[in-house]
């Protein structure tokens, strides 16, 4: 395990911080859309899976335009949650459950989103990902959310040795000092999304390149 990187990791993630803000990160603009609130943050999140933050924004817009609360997306037909959500991707899948969280949030849950994992995990369309961002950034409440950038990067940097961001998860909660598990998910997006790319990361220019151990990166870009 890179120990280094480890015991620096509030360095790091301010670097992060920085770097990627001077790059203005699309994870900068989700605010201007969830602002922070739990029912936007979680139809955003269920939007994001499996797709580009553009899409998503796009796709969010346009249904909490319509549908702000659970009770307006409950009553809108399935037809038309697809419609507006078609660009984020899996559009029937997304379509049908953002309607059936909605309606379990409001038979089930007073129209209010519940800020508890095990109750979170009962919501259609939400997994422990989406569970721990709302978690972190709607109840303040500690906790790691783990999407493919900090998978991946956590690697990279040679912090954890895993195969899935379920995992990575576990790892990171068992060795990250608890101060740094809510800045940290923002940080490794921000930093995934402008300099340590999925493909082509930019090593050469990257401020960590003296503690990262690069695990699995075979061709820098930049
Ligand atoms: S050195 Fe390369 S792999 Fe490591 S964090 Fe920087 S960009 Fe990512």
New binding site residues.
Partial sequence: MNLKALSSMGRIIRTMRIEAGKRNPPVNKIEKITKSDPFRSLVFTILSARTKDANTMLAAGKLLAEAPDPRALARMRIKKIEKLVRSSGFYRMKAKNLKAMAQMLLGDFDGNVPASMEKLLLLPGVGRKTANILLAYSFGKDAIPVDTHVHR?SN??GIVKTKTPEKTEKALMAIVPRRFWKPLNHAFVSYGQT??LPRG???RE?R??RI?W?IG?KR?GI
């Fill in positions: 990067i990279r940097l300099v340590c990361p930019k090593c990257c960590l390149n990262c690069r990166v820098s």
